[in-house]
């Protein structure tokens, strides 16, 4: 255990699962849709450090350009598009937060014992070892190149859609009953 501590790496990696876990737990806990979606990045960019430590700087930058830079900005525009609340929404809130707590806390303590059954203390070499962005780039766009662009198109249909839904103008009656219920 004193040989974990003394490795630099180690206090980086605490630092990043810490922020992570903290971004985390306030993207499902926070009443706030805006501040949702900033934990969401910082959770997110918390992910991308994780794999720079794991010398994955291609996935790293994938998950800031794709994630962070186009989801997160996706979810936003969309908050504001649709003119949700962007306070806190009472509607929101689900009291019922101990099933679900203990589900999660069931589900993380599972998966962590089985990690360790399974890999105990072993050393995973080829660690430090840079992944090959040639090989990563031939997987995605070799082999999978048609489930990548289908999904490129599903998210295009999606977007214009949200955008069709949410910006439709008000029918006259629509209009009326607005004004009369202010």
């Not at 959770?43 to 794709?66: C, K, M, N, P, R």
């Not at 504001?80 to 303590?109: C, H, K, Q, Y």
Request: charged share 15%; hydrophobic share 60%.
């Amino acid at each position: 255990m004193a040989d974990w501590f003394a490795s630099p790496a180690n206090w980086v990696f605490l630092a990043l699962a810490i922020l992570t876990a903290y971004a985390g737990f306030k993207v499902v806990t926070t009443h706030n849709l805006i501040h949702a979606a900033l934990a969401l990045a910082g959770a997110l960019g918390g992910i991308a450090g994780l794999f720079v430590l794991l010398s994955a700087e291609f996935v790293a930058l994938t998950i800031i350009l794709v994630y962070v830079g186009a989801v997160v900005v996706l979810f936003l525009f969309g908050i504001m598009i649709t003119r949700a609340p962007i306070g806190r929404e009472v509607s929101l809130d689900n009291e019922r937060r101990t099933p679900a707590a203990v589900v999660a806390i069931l589900l993380f303590l599972t998966l962590a014992g089985t990690s360790i059954a399974a890999f105990g203390d072993v050393e995973i070499e080829g660690l430090g070892d840079p992944i090959s962005t040639e090989l990563l780039g031939q997987s995605l766009l070799g082999r999978f190149v048609i489930p990548f662009e289908v999904v490129g198109f599903v998210l295009l249909a999606a977007l214009i859609g949200g955008i069709a839904v949410a910006r439709r103008d008000a029918t006259p009656l629509e209009a009326e009953e607005r004004e009369a219920s202010r």
